[in-house]
């Protein structure tokens, strides 16, 4: 099983290398708050769905960015719509000063979401977040092992805490029990305030509602899953009836298909592409399949309907995910700022998506799954 992790904005700034500098306030009352906030958030969540009532579940936008932020399914925390993941700027090995870069673009465009694993890169990617609100970390350990795992996450990290722990791919080893257990111990000890779940299907997460409501335990709050032009039924299908039930919410990963739909592959494989590489061999085979040339017939007809609202086609492909208000956030994966700051624009994008260029893109795609209320109507 794997983990991960998230954390708010005060949290950050106190991270942000200026250990020179005191806060205004006391170490000891902002600490206070926190226990204060986490022995209420528990006590909440042993009668039902914790969801505090001062925050809205509705959209808002950010004054200064444009960014627009969403509940993180029923929980009272708001991600970025859009956030950073660091898997694919740590497997291609970019710099220190590259990825610090990368960070602080994100930042500044509104982003408080950043994903990074301890598997990444042999753990060298579990950094200090020095902008992040919302940090998620994956640990390739079981369950009993979590609580030393996440220690040293947080340490490597300057962090006391984090607002979210995500675990990626249930362990088939571990009885269901124990890993919500393991999951509600890590809350309880302060080092996070909620959980989730990733690559999980929607039986098993379930089963670890389930768990959790019948044993007084704590359930997840939000999947992590796969989402993109070419890969849409467990997103648009199982998880809102999971949102819906019992408030499980959608955080979406890989939203240009490991760069498929950036169109860069319509004439081969590029040197200095992920499909380039050796760990990547299967993204190369699965470009040259039938299906991928499909694929990138497909494109093309995508492209000029991005053409026609004035966006590049990886900016329609991140506004396409981004129209489906069952996501909270959908994570990017970047290895240049170019690509980083194209990728950005796709809120601009966000309010051209109307009922008639969906249409368009599904009868392109050819794709789109019916739920049963489809099939009632």
């Known amino acids: 099983m794997q983990v991960s992790i998230a954390c708010t904005d005060h949290n950050l700034k106190r991270g942000n290398g200026d250990h020179g500098k005191q806060s205004a306030t006391s170490p000891n009352v902002v600490n206070q708050a926190r226990a204060k906030f986490r022995t209420v958030a528990i006590i909440a969540r042993s ?26 399914g029923k929980s009272g925390l708001r991600v970025s719509c859009l956030g950073l993941g660091d898997k694919v700027f740590c497997f291609v090995c970019l710099c220190e000063q590259v990825a610090e870069q990368l960070m602080t673009i994100a930042y500044e465009g509104g982003v408080n979401l950043f994903d990074t694993a301890e598997v990444y890169a042999g753990g060298r990617c579990v950094i200090q977040c020095l902008y992040a609100n919302v940090c998620v970390c994956f640990l390739r350990r079981s369950s009993l092992n979590e609580k030393i795992c996440l220690q040293g996450s947080l340490q490597r990290m300057q962090m006391e805490y984090v607002d979210v722990v995500f675990a990626n791919r249930p362990d088939s080893n571990t009885p269901m029990e124990e890993i ?40 997840p709050v939000c999947e992590q899953a796969e989402y993109h032009l070419f890969q849409r039924e467990k997103v648009e299908v199982q998880l809102p009836e999971l949102y819906h ?6 955080m979406t990963w890989s939203p240009l298909a490991c760069g498929i739909i950036t169109g860069k592959y319509e004439n081969g494989i590029p040197e200095s592409s992920r499909a380039s590489m050796k760990s990547y061999q299967w993204l190369k085979e699965k470009i040259a399949s039938e299906d991928g040339r499909k694929q990138q017939a497909k494109l093309k007809e995508l492209n000029h309907i991005a053409e026609k ?11 396409w995910c981004l129209r489906n208000e069952g996501v909270s ?25 109307n009922s008639h260029i969906v249409n368009e893109i599904d009868h392109i795609l050819g794709n789109r799954p019916y739920s049963k209320k489809d099939y009632r109507s």
């Open 47 to 72: 009668f039902g769905s914790f969801t505090p009532r001062h925050i809205s579940l509705k959209e808002s936008t950010g004054k200064h960015t444009g960014m627009k932020y969403r509940n993180l």
């Open 180 to 219: 919500v257990r393991a999951m509600t111990y890590v809350i309880n000890q302060g080092m996070a305030m909620y959980w989730g779940t990733s690559r999980w299907t929607a039986m098993e997460i379930m089963e670890a509602y389930s768990v959790a409501r019948q044993f007084n335990l704590i359930p």
């Open 245 to 250: 039930k019992i408030g499980v919410g959608a």
């Open 309 to 319: 609202l004035g966006c590049t086609l990886p900016q329609l492909a991140v506004a």
């Open 329 to 353: 956030s959908v994570l990017l994966g970047t290895s240049n700022p170019e690509q980083l700051t194209e990728n950005l624009g796709a809120i601009q994008v966000l309010p051209k998506m």
